[in-house]
């Protein structure tokens, strides 16, 4: 089967988020990339997302789009670096990174235990000629063996790094993101690194809570778990033990402002069900 010539079927919960913010890859290889998956499994979830919490479609699109905003803040030509990209999915942000940062990129490492022969296949297609995305089909928390994977495919520690963090903490809890990020961390804090986390149902106004809930029963019941989830002081104390500085944090309010400018959907802290943050390590 020719991948330029069909769509490919993927697990639901790797299209979920992807088709969500699908009006984010609206142009270049981007586009050609997301046409090629097939989002017909994940309709009906999607609704039912949609149904119970109706800025679902929105906060999704503001925590992709924040993520190429701080991009914009921590990469330079001048200074260029590795990018990590743990739990990369189906994201095709490494076309993203390529299009728009090439020279501040020195490569790209996306780390994940599926989907990743998907994205090989179609990068090669739209991509032939490149040379600095690394496809490393691991999983994240086999903290034994991640490091020596990333080296095998030409990851150096000793090179400052960028780490993409999207969308995992609240899957995976705090010890095993504090064993992941034990990895990255540096004598100098050169690294960065950039991800979101979900707040405690204390933190969130009393009108956004039936809609989190309906939406955290449906997650868990779709993924078979539960949703972590981490207060503001909470990823502090993490960052802390991992001897690392904060550099930012952001509530999707001031998410939102950065973005537009404006606040017209989320106008108090909380609301947005996540909040943003960066931190050396």
């Not at 789009?65 to 999915?89: K, M, N, T, W």
């Not at 150096?156 to 995976?172: H, K, N």
């Amino acid at each position: 089967m020719e991948l330029v010539d069909h769509t490919l079927k993927v697990a639901p919960t790797a299209a979920l988020v992807l088709y969500h913010a699908r009006s984010l890859y609206e142009s270049g290889p981007e586009k050609t990339y997301l046409s090629k998956i097939d989002f017909s499994e994940i309709q009906q979830l999607s609704e039912k997302m949609e149904a119970s919490y109706k800025d679902f479609d929105y906060t999704v699109l503001c925590r992709k789009r924040f993520v190429r905003y701080l991009l914009d803040q921590y990469l330079s030509e001048d200074a260029p670096v590795q990018v990590c990209i743990l739990g990369a999915g189906l994201d095709p942000i490494s076309l993203h990174l390529l299009q728009q940062y090439d020279h501040a990129v020195s490569g790209i490492f996306e780390v994940d235990m599926d989907h990743l022969g998907i994205k090989q296949k179609l990068y090669e297609r739209l991509l032939p000629d490149n040379k600095k995305i690394h496809f490393i089909q691991a999983d994240i928390t086999d903290t034994l063996h991640l490091l020596d994977r990333l080296r095998d495919a030409g990851y150096s520690p000793a090179f400052p790094t960028l780490v993409i963090f999207e969308g995992l903490l609240p899957y995976i809890g705090d010890e095993h993101f504090l064993n992941i990020m034990q990895l990255f961390r540096t004598v100098n804090k050169t690294n960065v690194v950039l991800m979101d986390y979900i707040l405690p149902e204390e933190y969130m106004p009393e009108s956004t809570l039936p809609a989190w809930y309906a939406v955290k029963k449906g997650v868990e019941a779709f993924i078979g778990g539960s949703l972590y989830s981490c207060s503001r002081q909470q990823i502090f104390n993490l960052v802390a033990v991992l001897h690392g500085d904060v550099a930012s944090v952001d509530s999707m309010q001031d998410v939102e402002f950065k973005l537009n400018g404006r606040n017209e959907v989320y106008y108090e802290d909380g609301e947005g069900l996540i909040e943003m943050v960066v931190f050396y390590l």
